[in-house]
């Protein structure tokens, strides 16, 4: 996996909430309108989106000021839409982009990163440190997810 990333020039970014719909829709939304990419708060002020290129736009994640009732944490930040082009999940682009939200998150102070994972998605989260809080619950047209966050402070 790290060679891939080793022997790539990816680089991150951060882009507009639209250019993230090239990534959300084939991968979290295959088959259904392009209206399905577009999340609420996708364009508050505070909402900041993240692009990894290789040569084009390979993964996308969106980091959301939001609290969220369960955590006490002051400054909370959800994390949403956390994607990676079929061809190129496996490799380790996944892990640089919540490696990046998290030191982007550290030096604005942060206390916390949160996020509603999709069932299957709960081993990438847990190997990035991110801990399962509660009962899984089911989002409609999507499937079983799970409350994980991760304390920033440490
Ligand atoms: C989930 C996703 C974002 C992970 O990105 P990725 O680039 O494929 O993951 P990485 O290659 O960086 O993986 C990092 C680690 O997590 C593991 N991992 C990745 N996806 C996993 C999954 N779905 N289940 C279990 N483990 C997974 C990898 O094996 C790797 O482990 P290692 O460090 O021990 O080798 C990506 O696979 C994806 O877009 N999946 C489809 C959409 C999705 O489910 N998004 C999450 C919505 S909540």
Redesign the pocket.
């Known amino acids: 996996?790290f060679d891939f990333m080793k022997k790539q020039h990816y680089y991150i970014k951060q882009i507009i909430a639209t250019d993230t719909h090239s990534?959300r829709h084939p991968?979290?939304r295959p088959g259904k309108p392009i209206e399905s990419c577009f999340f609420d708060g996708d364009n508050l002020d505070t909402t900041i989106h993240f692009g990894i290129y290789d040569t084009i736009l390979i993964?996308v994640?969106s980091i959301l000021k939001k609290r969220n009732p369960n955590f006490t944490a002051l400054t909370q930040y959800q994390l949403r839409?956390?994607?990676?082009?079929?061809p190129?999940?496996?490799?380790?682009?996944?892990?640089?982009?919540?490696t990046y939200c998290d030191s982007f998150l550290k030096k604005k102070h942060a206390d916390l990163i949160w996020?509603?994972?999709?069932e299957?998605?709960?081993?990438?989260?847990?190997?990035?440190g991110y801990h399962i809080i509660g009962n899984s619950f089911h989002i409609k047209n999507i499937g079983p997810?799970f409350t994980m966050k991760k304390n920033l402070t440490q």
């Open positions: 996996m990534v991968v979290l993964g994640c839409g956390m994607a990676v082009l079929k190129y999940q496996g490799l380790g682009v996944g892990k640089e982009l919540i996020c509603n994972a999709r299957i998605a709960v081993d990438f989260y847990k190997k990035n997810h």
